[in-house]
């Protein structure tokens, strides 16, 4: 059976709404943020805490479509979707993966933009998080 187009299309919809709820609103608190980047039991712990929050929120928006539309996916698209997001999300928000990437395509200024209410490393992070959760849509969809 082939990818349906409109199951992808409803998932990663469905995965942005998540992600913009659980990493501003829901899935993290001030001090997961302040430490998730950094180093030691601390900095692990506020990130696993951060993740397993967003994945509760993610899991439960996409669950819902699921099952309100009857979409078409296998428990085994599910959990490598699902390994994708929570890779992926962990590892961007390290933090110093974003500043390595930049630093490496020729956007180290943009790394250190900080002005006017923009900050090169936060829009960086957003979009690479948005690309990852189109890539764990498209592999849900397909297993």
Known sequence: MSPDPATF???AATAYAAHTLADHVGGQTD???ALKATAGRAGWAALAR???AYHLILTAMC???VAVFGLPVS???VAVGLVISAATHALWDR???VRWLLEHTGGRQFAQLADRGLNGMYLTDQALHTFC???AALA???L
Request: proline fraction near 8%; charge should be positive; hydrophobic fraction near 45%.
């Open 9 to 11: 299309a409803t998932l």
């Open 31 to 33: 001090r997961q943020a």
């Open 50 to 52: 951060h993740v397993g």
């Open 63 to 65: 669950g819902a479509v």
């Open 75 to 77: 428990p085994a698209g």
């Open 95 to 97: 933090r110093t993966p």
């Open 133 to 135: 959760l189109w890539a």
């Open 140 to 142: 849900t969809v397909t």
